[in-house]
């Protein structure tokens, strides 16, 4: 499930604050959830307590819902109690986000950097009942059958849409139902928009971050796929499986914001109220259909006073039936699919101890082949609770005599009976789960290097696949407690099984089949690459990840960029390269993080590193990219930075300090920062916290020193820039597509060390010293804020170049290049605004090439990529002049782009057609731009080429302008969506249109 998380109670300008407490819900500890949760679904709107509401503003936190008018009709439960209330009119809803990581995400998803928008349905969902009655206060209002019919579709359409079921609104209101004075504050605002679509915003207080802003986009399936799916679903669920699934509920969370705890909030009075400490976990797989019959005794500490419900995670397939106290008295608890809540008797003082006991059962395994059972969740297996939820266990498993079971935990005893073998282990120290495997398995067991290696194959493995893995493991072992220092664990479990995915918890490792069906170890191929890196990832978790476990999502990536640094660390050791540990690295990820989403992006923009699984929305799959690769490689700049010795030094203290905690990002680099005694804040805010590969553009002069030569030079970090497109009237009062550069940050200095190549002139044989008769010298060297450099070399240099291999996350453009360079530098220029200055650099641009042969000293136009270098500064030219409204220079300029790329029509196609068609309609040719952009862009999104998305918004844009103008309303709904949705601002053209139609 998708967590949410929101910002704090709602109020309102008409006072509509409250005290939040038990005794203002009117409902006392006792209740049984279950009856409630009845109520809860019984829920009805109730028109004859209808009512006016007039500029009013209702608090929601960090978010704002402003009423000029609505009319409010109220849900209510059986007894009469508001619970849920609909809202329609003339509303607005307005939030600003808590930093520039969400503000950059609600760009991403919206547009915009900051949301101000007009709404025209909204359910609030508010857990006090006086804070309901508030919004109900104002003059009665009898709705008419128009108003009646439009409030009914709206709450029919929130009560069965997918925002309540996955956000997990009925749970949150219940809690606070049952007397949970800190649920209490709880509320939920579903908003349906013209400009922006459906929304949903929620206040949690429960939640590590209290605030979420975030729309559900479902699975686009239709027709038969749709009625395919519908009926495997209920297939399944006659199995027990898929318990409570519904088509309409498959798709995916874009969180548009969330954000951190209000530091307004009273210390504790947020946040999750319990943590677990222990569990005992007594477990039988029954022979009949691999059913689960689970008994969970776990040991929760309070967190913070006050709490009444205990809120545990289990899988919607395993159904809990009963709970109860360390004395075995029954306790009230309810599940919702996923989400269990125990209800306590009383209120539990702060660091109380207290276990509670459930019961549960269902299908918890499948078939994954080969004999082999799987759980179909790994984490969810058994009733768990807590944000970090790192704890010691106990296990007793019992399971069908004729199989092998592999699990998580240091064996203490075994045994059998006519039916069942079973076993009891134990995790003494605190691990973030347990695990198992079951099924037809070969088993063997190993001692390497003072480790006990248990290994699970399924029957199918072949004798010298087995033997590549032991080997494997026991290499990649001995490197990682060399660089690390002991493993955690006496006894290690790897279990080989045929999925499509490794994992690894505490003392238990399972790797996925298909990493073993590889080349011989000798050939050092493709195959064998995934396999040695495979194994050494999972294997450093038990360093990162286990030892050492993450706070929250947003320091999870410290974790697997860590394992997959160190697993490239590895690598380079074992292929004889270890001073280049991102050899391998070096080659793919900047086109991995380069390469564009669906909508024109660029994967590594969809986010920083720090915001973890959100990284997958339906913009694109970014996850595995960003975190594993450019963490890795942020890894390595800062040990670089740091110094090799020095980084893993400080990493091994922090191994050793950290022993079974939780880490934070910031205090990860912290440490760093004080090992190195290096100021590394605008290293962590660019590679960190930030996104965008940064362009540095750089000099250097050669001067000689007796028998040696100085390189000295300057690197100077480009500000960073943001293409924004935007339809707006012209001096004419024509509508235009505008694309402009806006200043997203200044340049920031950030310490960076970085790789050099000399390649030096030839010289006589007869030369000395031998060093000087070198070909070429590499090197590093330490960029400061200043950027300034000074290099010494027996080498008399002929070209020096930075960052020769890419092995740094940044590009470095010499000054003595101007193809690039004075194309960017003209961006900055009208960044600032100078379009002068930047029309100056553009033409530089062309002179320098005029006179820049090729390396083989041929024509100007026989060098492919001078003609396209040139092509990209006219270009620029083109839509420089017709920002100015300077159309026949603009004509020139594009005949001119055409006569250079008339051999080459494969080159900037897509910019030549867009430019092509905005001419067309600053020429008063909108049929003509019409009939190109439609070739262009074909009938829909899916047709149309991928390219970089402002380019895409541009077209997109173009569109809709000429749609317009030549009556074609629906091309032109098509594509101001599909303008928008690559971040192009089309809100003045689109009230322009709203307004002519009315």
Same mark, same amino acid.
């Given at each position: ?173 219940? /809690? ?57 679903? /209920? ?16 798709? %995916? ?172 282990? /134990? ?115 038990? $360093? $990162? ?222 030369? %000395? ?139 900037? $196609? ?67 969506? %599909? ?20």
């Amino acid at each position: 499930m998708v967590r949410r998380n929101p910002q704090q109670p709602v109020a309102a300008s008409l006072a509509l604050v409250a005290g939040l407490g038990t005794a203002a819900l009117g409902v006392c500890q006792a209740a049984d959830p279950a009856r409630i949760l009845a109520e809860l679904r019984a829920t009805h709107l109730d028109p004859g307590r209808a009512v006016v509401l007039r500029d009013a503003t209702i608090d929601l936190g960090a978010g704002q819902l402003v009423v000029e008018s609505a009319t409010v009709v109220p849900a209510v439960t059986l007894d009469g109690r508001a619970i849920e209330l609909e809202l329609s009119g003339s509303l607005r809803f307005r939030i600003e986000p808590p930093d520039e990581i969400e503000a950059a995400q609600l760009e991403l998803f919206t547009g915009r950097r900051s949301l101000d928008v007009a709404v025209a349905d909204v359910v609030l969902a508010v857990a006090d009942p006086r804070l309901a009655q508030r919004l109900l206060d104002g003059p009665a209002h009898t709705a008419d059958a128009q108003q009646l019919a439009r409030a009914e579709t709206t709450y029919r359409r929130w009560r069965e849409g997918a925002e309540r079921r996955r956000a997990g609104v009925e749970m949150s209101l219940l /809690r606070a139902l049952v007397g949970d004075s800190v649920a209490a504050g709880y509320v939920a605002a579903w908003c349906r928009t013209d400009e922006l679509g459906e929304f949903f915003f929620e206040h949690d207080p429960e939640d590590p971050e209290t605030l979420t802003l975030a729309s559900f986009v479902p699975l686009d399936v239709r027709g038969w796929d749709r009625r395919r799916i519908a009926r495997h679903i /209920r297939f399944q669920q006659r199995k027990g499986r898929f318990l409570e699934a519904r088509v309409e509920d498959l798709g %995916a969370w874009d969180i548009w914001l969330s954000g951190p705890r209000d530091d307004t909030v009273e210390r504790g009075a947020t946040g999750p109220g319990f943590e677990s400490r222990h569990y005992d976990i007594d477990v039988t797989v029954r022979r009949k259909r691999r059913l689960l019959d689970g008994h969970a005794r776990v040991t929760v500490e309070t967190l913070h006073a006050g709490r009444t419900t205990v809120p545990f995670e289990v899988h919607p397939d395993l159904r809990v039936r009963e709970a109860h106290d360390a004395s075995g008295a029954p306790l009230p608890f309810v599940q919702i699919g996923s989400q269990v809540v125990v209800v306590l008797p009383e209120a539990q003082p702060k660091g109380a101890r207290f276990t509670i006991d459930l019961h549960y059962t269902g299908r918890a395994l499948q078939w994954v082949g080969r004999g082999v059972h799987d759980l179909v969740d790994t984490d969810d297996w058994y009733p768990h609770t807590g944000a970090v939820d790192r704890a010691t266990y106990e296990l007793l498993l019992r399971w069908p005599k004729k199989q092998e079971l592999l699990a998580s935990g240091r064996l203490i005893e075994a045994g059998s009976d006519r039916r069942y073998r079973w076993e009891r282990r /134990r995790i003494d120290r605190p691990a973030i789960a347990a695990s198992f495997v079951l099924g037809d398995l070969r088993v063997e067991s190993r001692r390497i290097a003072g480790t006990e290696l248990t290994l699970g194959f399924d029957h199918s493995t072949v004798s010298a696949e087995r033997e590549r893995a032991i080997a494997t493991i026991a290499t990649a072992l001995e490197f990682l407690e060399r660089t690390w220092g002991e493993l955690p664990v006496d006894a290690l479990t790897v279990v080989v099984l045929p999925r499509d995915y490794a994992q690894s918890y505490l003392g238990f490792v399972t790797l996925n089949r298909s990493m073993l069906e590889s080349t011989g170890i000798e050939t050092f191929g493709v195959g064998e690459w995934v396999r040695e890196t495979t194994i050494a990832h999972e294997l450093a978790h038990q $360093w $990162w990840g286990n030892l050492v476990g993450w706070s929250s999502y947003r320091d999870q990536w410290l974790s697997e960029s860590m394992a997959n640094y160190t697993a490239l660390l590895y690598w380079a050791e074992r292929s004889g390269r270890p001073d280049s540990p991102l050899g391998e690295l070096a080659a793919g990820w900047r086109e991995s993080l380069e390469r564009l989403a669906p909508d024109g992006r660029t994967v590594e923009s969809l986010g920083p590193v720090v915001l973890g699984h959100r990284l997958n929305s339906s913009k694109a799959t970014g996850y595995q990219t960003v975190v594993y690769r450019k963490g890795a490689v942020v890894l390595a700049m800062l040990a670089r930075a740091v110094g090799p010795e020095r980084f893993h030094e400080a990493l091994r203290r922090l191994l050793a300090d950290q022993d079974g905690r939780t880490l934070t990002t910031a205090d990860f680099l912290d440490e760093l920062s004080r090992a190195a005694q290096i100021d590394l804040d605008g290293f962590a805010r660019t590679f960190v916290y930030g996104t965008g590969i940064p362009d540095y553009y750089y000099t250097y002069d050669v001067t000689p020193a007796d028998e040696h030569w100085i390189v000295r030079g300057e690197a100077r970090r480009r500000s960073q820039v943001r293409p924004v497109v935007r339809i707006e009237r012209d001096a004419l009062e024509r509508w235009d597509v505008v694309r402009e550069f806006v200043l997203v940050s200044a340049s920031e200095a950030a310490a960076l060390r970085v790789p050099f190549r000399i390649v030096g002139r030839a010289r006589p044989p007869s030369a %000395a010293p031998e060093s000087a008769r070198a070909t070429a010298v590499e090197g590093e060297l330490m960029l400061h804020g200043d950027g300034r450099f000074e290099i010494e070399t027996d080498l008399e240099p002929a070209t020096f170049q930075l960052d020769p291999n890419g092995e740094v996350l940044a590009s470095f453009a010499p000054a003595d290049d101007p193809r690039r360079t004075l194309r960017l530098q003209a961006e900055d220029s009208l960044a600032r605004g100078d379009l002068a200055a930047a029309e100056e650099l553009l033409r530089r641009g062309l002179t320098a090439l005029l006179g820049t042969p090729n390396e083989a000293g041929s024509a100007r136009y026989r060098d492919a990529q001078a003609r396209r270098d040139e092509g990209r500064l006219r270009a620029a030219l083109v839509r420089l002049c017709l920002d100015q409204g300077r159309l026949e220079e603009a004509r020139a300029e594009i005949a001119a782009l055409e006569k250079i790329l008339a051999q080459d029509r494969g080159a900037l $196609w897509y910019d030549r057609e867009v430019l092509a068609a905005r001419i067309d309609l600053a020429s008063g040719a909108a049929q003509d731009a019409h009939r190109r952009l439609r070739r262009l862009l074909g009938r829909n999104e899916d047709d149309a080429p991928r390219v970089r998305a402002d380019l895409a918004a541009e077209a997109w844009a173009l569109l809709g302008v000429a749609a317009q103008a030549v009556g074609e309303a629906e091309d032109r709904d098509t594509a101001l969506v %599909a303008a928008r949705s690559r971040g192009a601002d089309v809100a003045a053209f689109a009230a322009a249109v709203a307004g002519q139609q009315r």
